[in-house]
């Protein structure tokens, strides 16, 4: 099933996360669901294959650092 919108939960701490902004230039929302950490991914016509790979290797790095 396809969706444009899509919140994906993510291991560790939600501060691992919180700096997509400072360390990749990423604005993305962040925040908690039953106490683990998540983000709301938003795909637009004016987002690239490029853009969503730099998004999981940040996500990766934060989980990384979790």
């Given at each position: 099933m396809w969706a444009q919108m899509r919140v994906v939960l993510l291991p560790g701490k939600i501060e691992a996360y919180q700096r997509l902004w400072e360390?990749?230039?990423i604005i993305?929302?962040?925040g908690q669901h039953g106490?683990?950490?998540g983000v709301r991914i938003s795909v637009q016509a004016y987002n690239s294959p490029d853009d969503?790979?730099?998004l999981?290797?940040?996500l990766?790095?934060?989980a990384a650092s979790s």
């Open positions: 360390e990749d230039r993305i929302p962040v106490g683990q950490p969503l790979d730099t999981i290797r940040a990766k790095k934060g």
